[in-house]
């Protein structure tokens, strides 16, 4: 079993939602973060909630669409604190819509997706993930590391209507964790840096409880346990996955009772 206590966690989108709470269960158990987001303003009130609880915290500014800044994010880490043990890429955006929206009417299609909506979601949730990673992880291997790298896929992954960009990311997410565990296997890396995926249903971020009350309404009714996941909930899930050394290449997800697969 891994300790939390004194490991370090660079987490991106540690600004808010889930990456902060992430952030903020890690210092409870006396570990150090990296939060990481695309501005300052992010960060700010973020560094000085975790200041506050007793935290060792250095902010990143970093655009996790840009290899360079990628790259300059884990040096900061590695200069600050030496190691990395949790790679927490938790940076994500949606931008949902049809592919194609045919009218009522006449029954042609009169809108469909712009190539940005469908790739400016594939920069943020797929390259952003791969650049963390791949960046954060080569410090790891070079810096004698241990730890976790752990990616957030989402029930989203099996494919939501109206989310063809997100959808594809997450299900990215499902299988970036097998090839990750079968490449370190090769090397002999694999119980080193295990690298695993949990899965959100809905989580009660502000994105999530700002939306319109009745769409949530209707969600939360869909949701056996009768509520929306907990962001604490979802961070303590990863505390587990990092202290329980037999858990690798595999997705797990956490939606209370959600029953999954795609709908109409
Ligand atoms: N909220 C949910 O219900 C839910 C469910 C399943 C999975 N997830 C996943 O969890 C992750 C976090 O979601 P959240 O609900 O906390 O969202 P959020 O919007 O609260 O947080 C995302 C953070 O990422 C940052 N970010 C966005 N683009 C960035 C970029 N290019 N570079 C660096 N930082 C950037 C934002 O500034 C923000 O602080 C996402 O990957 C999301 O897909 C969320």
Redesign the pocket.
Known sequence: MLEIKDAVAVI?????????EMAKYWVQNGGKVVI????AK?LEGAERELKDMGGDVLSVV????SEDDCAKMADAAIARFGKINLVAP?????KDGMMLSPDKETGKVTRKMSLDQFKSVI???LI?VFLTVRECAERMINNNCQGLICL?????SLGTAGQIN?SST?AAMSVMPKVITAEFFRRGMAGKIRCVAV??????????KGMDQKALEKIVSDVPIGR??E?AE?ASLVGELYRNEALAGEVYFIHGGLRLGSKG
Request: one cysteine or more; charged letters at 5%; glycine letters at 22%.
């Open positions: 991106t989108g540690g600004g808010g939602g889930i990456g902060l990481v987001d695309i501005a992010f970093c655009n996790v669409t938790f940076a994500g955006i949606i920069d943020i949730n952003g957030i896929s989402s029930t989203g997100y997450k899965a959100p249903g809905y989580v009660g971020t502000a994105m999530v929306l996941i962001p979802v």
